[in-house]
């Protein structure tokens, strides 16, 4: 191989670790938006269902505690998939609870 080959395959290499790396940050940049709008569905379901929850424990509906049930059930979901934190999961759990007893 002549002196100027060598010196364009060297060139090559560098040049496609950093195309390899631009490429994989792109990824990153594409899974964590795809995560970021998975995480942001679950979480606006959450505070739907609590939402829901407190309102119909506030009016005193018989179906209270079927829907604090139906949302608790998806705080559980969210802290299993790490949405929001085990302790906000609790806490809200537990509001809800009072509300229901309150009743």
Not at 1 to 20: F, P, R, V
Not at 23 to 38: C, I, M, W, Y
Request: proline share 0%.
């Amino acid at each position: 191989m002549s002196a100027s080959k060598q010196e364009n395959t060297s060139q090559q290499g560098s040049t496609g670790k950093q195309e390899n790396a631009r490429k994989q940050g792109n990824k990153v940049a594409r899974t964590a938006e795809r995560k970021r709008l998975r995480n942001r569905l679950v979480r606006r379901s959450v505070k739907t269902c609590v939402v829901k929850a407190r309102s119909s424990a506030d009016a005193g509906e018989e179906s209270a505690k079927q829907k604090t049930m139906l949302a608790i059930s998806n705080i559980d979901k969210a802290v299993s998939k790490g949405v929001i934190h085990r302790n906000r999961g609790a806490r809200l759990k537990s509001g809800l609870m009072k509300k229901l007893i309150k009743k």
